[in-house]
């Protein structure tokens, strides 16, 4: 009896193969990640700086649209990051956090915070803000969550002007 192979093609994932994945289930929105399971692809060359910049193959992303388009498909799985569609889940580098807060304004309700994608959150309950301090350095690095796991780092700038508006307290 014979045995038939299958001649099925593995194609590599890439950022276009995810890029295509995520466009195809955009439907206003956050996509649900966190309901998506599909099998580890490996890591995909595609990284994303302390200053909010993504690269792929080493080279920066110019394109905006593409960015705020991988980072609806971002998620944090334990210490790693991943890009996930339903069909493939990569590994990708991250040198920080995966965002950054670039600006915020004071409404009623509190701060509401800009991430270099344009999500927005207010800083409270589901969006605390937490301080690291450099060991060495004793550098402060402020973080705001975004959304599941998912951080942003404050530029400088807002930073300052957060600390310019911030009061002084004793805790017991």
Not at 20 to 30: F, N, P, T
Not at 37 to 60: E, K, Q, S
Not at 71 to 95: A, C, F, H, N, W
Not at 138 to 147: D, H, I, K, T
Request: charged fraction near 25%; glycine fraction near 8%.
């Amino acid at each position: 009896m014979a045995k038939t192979m299958s001649t099925q093609k593995i194609v590599a994932p890439s950022a276009e193969s995810l890029a295509s994945s995520a466009r195809a289930v955009q439907k206003g929105g956050l996509p649900p990640v966190h309901l998506w399971n599909p099998p580890h692809c490996g890591h995909i060359d595609m990284r994303i700086a302390r200053d909010g910049t993504w690269f792929y193959m080493g080279t920066p992303i110019g394109r905006a649209e593409l960015v705020k388009l991988f980072s609806t498909i971002l998620r944090r799985d334990g210490d790693d990051y991943v890009l996930v569609t339903p069909v493939e889940k990569v590994g990708i580098t991250v040198d920080d956090a995966p965002f950054v807060a670039v600006d915020f304004n004071s409404h009623a309700d509190g701060l509401v915070f800009e991430t270099i994608v344009g999500e927005k959150m207010t800083a409270g309950p589901d969006h605390p803000i937490r301080v690291e301090r450099d060991a060495q350095t004793g550098e402060p690095s402020p973080y705001v969550l975004v959304r599941a796991n998912l951080e942003a780092l404050f530029d400088r700038k807002s930073f300052y002007r957060l600390v310019e508006i911030g009061e002084h307290s004793e805790h017991e």
